[in-house]
Structure formats: C-alpha cells, structure tokens
DNA sequence: ATAGTTTTTGCATAAATATTCAAAAAATAT
DNA sequence: ATATTTTTTGAATATTTATGCAAAAACTAT
C-alpha cells in the first residue's frame, strides 16, 4: 500500500495543469498541449491528452487569425464575444418585430436563452430588459420609438 | 446581375440549416452533418462543413456514453464551473470531519459560503443540506455512514 | 503478503478534421 | 456588356484527434 494515491495523484495534477495551460497559453493541438505537459515533467503522450480533454471536457474553439485553441466550455466568451454572439444571432435568429416598446425576435427552438444573452452582452445602446423562452425573446426598451430603431439595428445585425 | 445572391443565399441557407441540424439532432461528426445536408438537398462536402462549422464557430463536446457531439457555443457552462468550483474547494478548504452525520468543513476565512456554494452545485450525492459561516461549512447528511463517506470523497476532491 | 479487479497508459492506427490548391461562381467595377 | 476581384467550393491530402488493445500500475480484498 506504500504507494497507494501515486497515480491518481499524478493524473488530478495533470488535468489541473492543463485547465491551467490552456487558461495562460493558446494552445492549438493536444501535440502542443503534449509538448507543454512534456516541460512542465508530465511523462505523457497525445493519447492520454486527448482523454483528459474528453475528461474535462474542453473545447476546441475557432480563434482569431484561422486559428484553433483549446478553452474551458463556457469560457470562451471572453475571446471573440462580438463575433461570436453575432455570429449566434444571424444564425438562430427566425424573425424580428417591434410591438410598442417591446421587440420580439423569434428563433428555432431552444436557441432563444442562448440569443438573449448575445443581445444583453452585445450590449446594444437602450435596452432596458432581455428575457427569454425556448424559441422568443423579448426586448424591452424605453419607447416604441426607440422600439422601432433597435428592430432596425438587430435586422441589420443579423444581415 | 441576374445571379446575385444565389451563391450567398445558398451558403446562408446551409449555415442555418446546420444550426438547426444539430440544434435538434445529436450529430457526432462533420461527415454525419454532411449527410444531413444532403439529405436536405444541399449539396455538400465535409470539407466545406469543415468551414462552416468554423465560420459558425461550433463547438464539439464531449457528451454522455463516450460520445461527441456538436453544440453551439455559450450552452454548456455548467460544466466550466464544475471545474472552477473544484478549484474553490482545493485552495479554501482546510480540513474535513465527519461528526454524527454531519460533515464539516474549515476554510480559510470567508471562503465558507463559496465552497458552500461550490459543494451544493457540484450536486455530490446524498446532500441533504449545507450551511455555511464564515470559516466553517456543516454538510448535512442521511446518517453517519454517509457523512464517513462524503468526507472522503470531499478529501479526494480537493486532494 | 497474494490474488483479483479496476484504472491508467502508450503504441499503433483508425477516424475525423483542417487546409492547400485550383477552378468555378459571384460580386464589383468599368 | 467585359474585365477584375473576391468568395466559395471540392478533391486530395496533411494534420489532428480518438480509440482498440495489451501491458503496467494502482487499488481492493483476503
């Protein structure tokens, strides 16, 4: 029993140490993660990095610059937001309609929580609530004039 | 001119489509959404999946029974915070008992709450409640066994 | 201790994904 | 219209990632 927690230890230190590498660095390639993991004194090969990843259940994200990299899921906002929430919106959005002071977007199902949060982190200029169903969100502004413009906006947001 | 957004309404179309696909399908692979595509009239390769799901910056994750599959992005958080709870808990927690069926945790001062916080949304099995001071978490649980048993798996959590 | 079980791992390779390159289509300018 | 530029795409392929399998390590029970 005198070596009772060696490996396990060894393994919880290694995908500590990743969560970290891939939070300092951008890493691309689970090679490069290998190759990190490698410097830091991990004996490990690309195999077991790509069953840690499942593990942790990362998540390899399109980058700027045609690049990939590796981040914690739901982490990846920080990079990117706008294009990346835009890029959610143009893609779920179904219709969008101004009724008094409210706007009403309807999307394709269950994609209504997830384009409440591109507009409140969008932060477009006005908005005084975002709440969200399965497949409607509505936005409420101060008037249906304002209303009216910030329809126009998130058309043209969504192309 | 008389061609003019045929090309562009196509792509824009497919984008769509494969956010629905894999909105309401579990779709493991780019060659499977391929097929989708297909099979909907879109003609297609997984080459030119391979862009979209860039340009759409999908995600691929890990899902249950060994399997992945693709998401959209921002959807799966719970699980990030899984992996900053578990941080919360390494580097706050100081000791851990089992007294009766209570398990009781010291940690530094003020980190109570937060690995309060962290334990009950880490959702570890047979919680039946937790109350949290300043330096000091009480875990309530079923009876003594399970307490014994909670605190060791809280040590092995936090090393 | 020893035997039996489970977990972890590397190797080799299968499977999946990204990209280069060239061609075609589309958009834009003249 | 025609010419020019930009975008999109597929085929082939390079690169990257996942996994079957066997061996070793760790854990468990006796």
Redesign the pocket.
Known sequence: ????????????Q?LNTIVRIISENSV??????TKYLISEG??????????????LRLI?I?DRG???R?ALPGKESNVDIRTRYTAVLTHAVITIQNASNLVVVKTIPGSAQGCAMAIETLDFDRVVGVIAGDDTVFIAMNNEKEAAAFAKTLMECVN
């Open positions: 029993m005198q070596e009772k927690e060696c490996l396990k230890n060894s393994k919880k290694r691309e390639t689970q090679g490069q993660l991990f004996d490990v090969t690309q195999a077991t990095v790509s069953r840690d990843i499942k593990e390899k399109a045609d690049k990939y590796y």
